[in-house]
């Protein structure tokens, strides 16, 4: 496991290939019960990620959907983020050794970009406590909070936006 106190870790952002569900299903997995004890419940772990999740659904998704992935020196994929043409964005995950080091915000720079490239003038997302702190870095702002889940695995989550420039 890397030491997180390292600083920045280098990575290349590429587009989603289909090889690549497998890793981001992992990823998902792991973000959410090895990161998530930090400011979540474990009855709200369960209930957010019971298990893996079906590589071929996802496959699909993450082609439907503008996705990037983050690749370490060694072509391992370390995180990604998946946005849906209209602007919203519906995942961003990192493997928990690189989080905190710089992996999410250099995926959400590519996404953003990707989204003034193709006209979108509007970014919203339901954002976990995780997913918030880094948005509010890129000027998002809260809209709202809305619980998802019921009793003790109710998750509390931000409804944020961030209005984007027009492209050049």
Do not use: N
Not at 89 to 94: K, Q
Request: aromatic share 10%; proline share 5%; glycine share 6%.
């Amino acid at each position: 496991m890397l030491d997180r106190s390292e600083g920045r870790y280098a990575v290349t952002i590429r587009r989603f290939e289909a090889p690549d569900a497998p890793r981001v299903c992992e990823i998902y997995y792991r973000s959410v019960r090895e990161v998530g004890p930090a400011k979540y419940t474990q009855a709200q772990l369960e209930w957010w990620a019971p298990k893996i999740p079906d590589t071929e659904k996802w496959r699909k998704r993450c082609l439907e959907y503008v996705t990037f992935v983050a690749e370490d020196h060694r072509s391992d994929v370390v995180g990604w983020i998946a946005m849906r043409e209209d602007g919203y964005v519906d995942m961003l995950f990192c493997l928990p050794e690189v989080t905190g080091r710089g992996v999410g915000a250099a995926l959400y720079a590519a996404m953003e970009r990707a989204a003034i490239e193709r006209g979108v003038k509007e970014l919203t997302a339901h954002a976990s406590a995780f997913a918030e702190s880094l948005f509010k870095k890129f000027g998002w702002v809260v809209r709202e909070r809305e619980t998802v889940g019921e009793g003790d695995a109710a998750i509390t989550r931000a409804v944020m936006a961030k209005a984007l420039p027009p492209s050049s």
